[in-house]
């Protein structure tokens, strides 16, 4: 493992930053260009619909997890507590008010503009709802459109919840973006994005599964959180996002074919461990976090984190033949909308596909929604696959709730676990 001391970036990251470095800027030149705002949420989010009417995506928790690894959430987090939010409130809200009330400066320094449309389509989690009634709260006035996306707690989605959500665009969704636009809906030119989303899509699955080879050449849990960003945000269904997954995979296959492992900022990784990580990434310590498995020589093959706006490996694609039906299908399939029987299934093939020395399982103090059966999935899966399983806690953006040697600890012991095994030839 060669050390270095300046931080190592992939040509894919540098494309990413500038397409965001972009994007920002749009945004904090609507006084001048007159783009409508629309704040929305990542999972089930309506991308390529809200840049058919040419107006300008933002995401919250993207703003909140952004703050985090810019070492601002604590700060942001204290303003809303004064303000009477409680220590439980899910901590990317709090750091989202906090960052709104202290001047809505955004990641890149330019000031975020305010909504014109705060668009609720969010999926799995209740808390998203309660979110928007605060911002409605601060941006009195603001329109809202909602999207109800019935969670799959029967485990399966079926004609009379697409339906439902489907007359839910019509009749909700897209009447409140053309009268907030000013212009009129066109089918035609979403089409042309979705099939934009579609081969992005494609390419971003083929990345995520070249962590089947061994040694990976990707890190499907930090790496995957850049490799997500475009499709999961405000890129979806442009032209741009296309070459941005064009590049990495080319990227990923010369690294793929050379045997090399994946690029983290202290170097490459050699591949000694195989892991499969459920829940999300702490942001406020992510290069000290991602480091402690770098130094052990641990790559993350797969998670569920990187399922959380949308899963595309068991074959969705957005679709230009009936877009609504397939936005519908998109929203209600995201990872944090499943069931937890769905869940534990899909992990379980994860474990399986990806040749897994174990799974290790973060458990966010901010979010239910993720953390909630936690302890039944490590149990089922131990049970079915006989894996070792690791349980390590965290938080999102609350850096409260890090501590690097309580995790390092419980790192140590699991990875010893898997070491055993491994010399007694127990994986083999
Ligand atoms: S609780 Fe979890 S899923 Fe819900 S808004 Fe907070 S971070 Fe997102």
Redesign the pocket.
Known sequence: MGKSTSIRKEDSMIRQKQMLAKQFLELSQVKETGKKVVYT?V?GNLTELILSFDMLPVYP?IN?LQSGMRKKSGDYISEAEELGYSEDV????KCDIGMMVSGNVGPTGQKLPPPDLLLLS?T?????MK?FENLRALYDGVPVAMLHVPYQGGGAMNDTVVNYVIEQLEAEVIPKLEQVSGKRFDSDRLKTMMEQSAEAEELMVKVFESAKHVPSPVDAYFGGVYYVGPIFTAFRGTEDCVRYYDELYKEVETRRKEGKGPICPEGEIDERFRVVVEG?PNWTHFREFWKIFYDLGAVFVASSYTR?GGIYDEGFRHESSDPLKSMAKYCMGCY?NLSLPQRIDLLGRLLKEYQADGLLVNS?K??????AGQLVIMRELQKRLGIPVGFIESD?VDPRYYSYSNIKNRIDSFFQMLDQRKQMGVMD
């Open positions: 949420f999972p928790e909140a899910c901590s990317y809200v969010y799995g989690c209740f808390v998203f979110w999300p959380v944090t966010i901010s979010c239910n929604s993720f953390s999102l």
